[in-house]
Every structure is written in C-alpha cells, then in structure tokens.
C-alpha cells in the first residue's frame, strides 16, 4: 500500500479529485533525471528499514503549486499535510526546494514517489525510488540432533532480509575446512562421529553484520577401548588397572576375573568409573590377585572388551642393588689397578730381550 495508502483526512476528501486534476492531468510532463527544467527529483533513494529518508525536489521561482505523492496517494500539497501517517513530515517549501522526510521507513515504504509541480506553462512531474533495505534475519533453523552413526542427516536454515541474504553453513571443527554447504539446506549422508560437533549458519546480505546461529549435532556409536594395559606389582603393594574406552553416548564400565564380575565394596579392591576411563584399584596386592581380568564398555549401542593381565613383579633385592652401576664401577677400578701394579715387570722384560741379543 506504501505510505498512507488512501488515508486522507476526512474533510478534505472533496478536494482530492481536484488536487489529482490538477497535478496528474495527461497533459502534465515528465521530468527524466537528465532534463534541465523543474521540479527535479533526487536519483533513488536507499535507506536502512528503521532510519529516515528524505525526498527532495529541486524547483524554481516559476512554480506555483507542488505536492508529493506516493503513487496515487497525495501526501502534502504545498504545506497541507494529506496524510494520516505521523512519520510523514515536511522539511521544507522553499523557492527552490520542496521536500519531505519519511521516519521509521519499513518494507512496505518501498516504491515510486512523486514530485508534482504546477508553473505558468502545466504541470509537471519527477519520480524517485525509495529502496529499503532490511538486515538479515534467520527465521527458521532446525533443532540440536542427536543421531546413530552410519544415519543420514538434513540441516535447515531459512534466511530473510533484502537484499535476499547468502546462507552458508559451516562444521566448528579443527579439522574443518572451508564451507560445507552454501545453501538454506545441508545433507550429510552416512554421518560419522568425525563429523559430530556444532555446525554454525550464517546469513549475510552487507546491510549489517552476518547473523550466525548454531546447531549441535551428536552422533552416538558404540564403544571402543583405546587402551588397556597390563601392569607388573611386587606383593603388598598398591596397584592399578586401567581401561580407557571412547563411545556415545559415554560406556559403563564392568571388570570380571575368571568369568566372575568384581563388585563395588571387595575388601581391597575398588573400581572407580568416569565417562571414558575406568580404574580397578588393588590397596595391597596378594598372590591370590595375580592373572587376567577383563574390561568389559558398553551403551545402548553395543559392547567391546579386552583382556588385561596383573602380573607379579619382583622387589629389588640387595645382591641385584650390588650389580647395579655403582658395583660395575667398583670392578672396573680394581681391574685397573692390577693393570697398573704389572707395569714395574716392563723394563726387566726389555732387558733380558737386550742381553739375549
């Protein structure tokens, strides 16, 4: 409808025809930006959707009568506000300019206004384009998914704004490089866990700033342990067995011996659970906890295992602490020292070669 559409005060609805006669009569010419006659309007106009424009017409002392329409609607006529619209307010009525400003300006201010003159000669008329521009706004994005390994996924992000915004999407990864789509939609088929994490849309039209808006994507798989070590503790010591397992959603933890689950509360024995790690903990080893035992991840998904062994390992005694450096250095010094003690026989061995000759 644009500004006003056909609101007008009501007592002056009889004038209007008139007016309309007098200013958009056939007769009436119009002025294209390059004409050197009056009026002349400004070249097109772009505003921000919520600033103000402002229409100027340029005229001359040869003018009688001017008015400012928007389409067919008439919004002053010389200082006679036509318009119920209070964002519409007159700037000036000079001899030489004749101008309004429309405030707070949204979408559908956008379109044709016209200045319209009337001189000693006819009426005449010049055009400008209001353009509004609007920021970007996502108006629609889909939900955080939770979704199994192999599946297939379809992201969506729908953007407004004019000009009609460029919507990209983006994986917030180390790994991630670049843009994995530039459209409203993403598809990734046959997710893997590598590709779970944040995925941020981002819509820009170089009104203002991109706006950005993220969606976190898991994608659960079943567990897999990624280390289980065996371990070597002399009797009476304290030792610790440990199972570290990756999965999504996180495993739960379970340690048997010889086909027999190990329970919370063993004397002795504890086992302490975090999402990836499980630890069984032996506060003073015996001969009887010696042998294999077994990790057992599991979630909803599936389950894995693995084998893990605590074996004795023997406390240094003090004929192996003998044969340690300081004890090889003890040797190597008498060996020296014999060497050292022989050298007195050289000469006598020199001579009695000498006398043999």
Not at 248 to 264: G, H, I, N, T
Not at 271 to 282: A, D, G, Q
Request: hydrophobic residues 35%.
């Amino acid at each position: 409808m644009g500004v006003c559409g056909s609101l007008f005060l009501p007592w002056k609805c009889l004038v209007v025809v008139s007016l309309r006669l007098l200013f958009l009569v056939p007769t009436g010419v119009p002025v294209r930006s390059g004409d050197a006659t009056f009026p002349k309007a400004m070249d097109n106009v772009t505003v921000r959707q919520g600033e103000s424009a402002t229409l100027r017409c340029t005229i001359d002392n040869r003018v009688t009568r001017v008015a400012w329409l928007n389409r067919s609607t008439i919004l002053y006529a010389g200082n006679d506000k036509w318009c119920l619209d209070p964002r519409v307010v007159l700037l000036s009525n000079t001899q030489t300019q004749y101008s309004i400003e429309i405030q707070n300006v949204d979408v559908y201010d956008e379109g044709p206004y016209t200045c319209s003159v009337q001189t000693d000669n006819h009426p005449k008329t010049s055009r400008v384009h209001l353009i509004v521009q609007v920021s970007p706004k996502i108006v629609e994005i889909s939900s955080d998914i939770s979704i199994n390994e192999g599946n297939n996924i379809s992201l969506t992000c729908i953007a407004t704004g004019r000009p009609e915004p460029t919507v990209t999407w983006r994986h917030i990864s180390p790994k991630a490089v670049g843009f994995v789509s530039e459209d409203e939609y993403l598809e990734i088929q046959g997710i893997t866990r590598e590709q779970s994490g944040y995925y941020e849309c981002s819509a820009s039209n170089d009104v203002a700033a991109p706006v950005v808006r993220r969606v976190k994507v898991t994608v659960n798989y079943p567990p897999y342990i990624s280390e289980a070590k065996g371990t070597g503790v002399p009797v009476g010591q304290k030792g610790t067995l440990q199972c570290e397992a990756s999965a999504v959603p996180s495993a739960e933890f379970q340690w048997y011996k010889d086909d027999k689950r190990l329970v919370e509360g063993k004397k002795g024995v504890k086992v302490e659970n975090r999402p990836f790690l499980s630890k069984l903990i032996f506060f003073n080893v015996s001969e009887h906890d010696y042998g294999n035992y077994t990790c057992v991840a599991s979630n909803k998904l599936g389950h894995t295992n693995a084998s893990i062994t605590l074996f004795e390992l023997s406390e240094p005694t003090s004929s192996s602490l003998l044969q340690g450096p300081g004890a090889v250095s003890e040797v190597s010094n008498g060996t020296s020292s014999r060497r050292a003690g022989c050298l007195w026989l050289l000469p006598l061995l020199v001579l009695h070669l000498l006398l043999k000759f």
